[in-house]
């Protein structure tokens, strides 16, 4: 009875001190969220993001803020929650300001890896998703009952899904420009000048990826709007070849 007694001592000792432990672990990491945190949010709100930028002495359009929302795993544009900081700070194994800032050139090293970048790049258009305002039609449908009526708003599928071709511009010269400028600056130049898409999904969004590692630029060559391309795409490379003519 006393060896088991003694087992059971020792096992919560043990447990008491990866606790302890754990608890240290993110003494600092906690410590500096609260500079930034709005106090009434208990989040790091759009304001403490941009007093982190002022800290870390980037611009807030700065890719590499999107990465480090990447690391954290934010679920909410413009928002850094307790658990997210934690989770990011701990990959990264810093603490400090000091540290973070010298870290980021290494986040930004990690994310040009082929596999990660394609998780950061798909990332990049989910988190978009979370802060971008559409101006989608809400359909409005009355229904006349006994002179009486009801008007119900349907908001479509799409809102959720889609972000408009002004944040898509932006979000594509911030993630992919410095890896493929000709495409994206052309992609764009095309997106501002048609009338005929107001929102891009993420078969599009993934389906440019795709074509700027697959088609050669500009020549084209071994593009073939009879396979899987999204007619974006199609009528992208139409439209290009019309004004290289």
Request: hydrophobic content about 40%; proline content about 4%; overall charge negative.
């Amino acid at each position: 009875m006393r060896r088991s007694s003694n087992r059971k001592s020792s096992s919560a000792s043990a447990t008491a001190g990866s606790t302890k432990a754990a608890s240290k672990e993110f003494e600092k990491i906690d410590q500096l969220f609260n500079v930034y945190v709005d106090k009434s949010s208990g989040t790091i709100d759009p304001e403490g993001i941009e007093q982190l930028c002022s800290s870390l002495e980037v611009d807030y359009t700065d890719v590499r803020i999107l990465m480090l929302a990447w690391k954290m795993r934010a679920q909410k544009q413009g928002y850094f929650t307790l658990e997210e900081w934690r989770t990011g700070l701990k990959a990264l194994r810093v603490d400090s300001i000091s540290k973070l800032k010298k870290t980021l050139p290494e986040l930004a090293k990690e994310v040009s890896r082929p596999s990660d970048f394609l998780d950061f790049y798909s990332y990049a258009f989910r988190y978009c998703l979370t802060g971008t305002v559409f101006s989608l039609p809400i359909i409005i449908i009355i229904i006349f009952e006994f002179q009486h009526f009801e008007i119900f708003w349907l908001i479509p599928e799409d809102k959720q899904k889609c972000i408009d071709i002004e944040s898509a511009c932006q979000l594509l010269s911030l993630v992919l420009g410095s890896q493929f400028g000709p495409q994206v600056d052309k992609f764009i130049e095309y997106l501002k000048n048609q009338s005929e898409y107001k929102v891009i999904n993420m078969d599009q969004w993934m389906g440019f990826y795709r074509f700027c590692h697959e088609i050669p630029f500009p020549s084209l060559e071994n593009y073939d709007s009879d396979l899987a391309w999204p007619l974006i795409l199609d009528n992208f490379v139409e439209w290009f070849r019309e004004n290289q003519k």
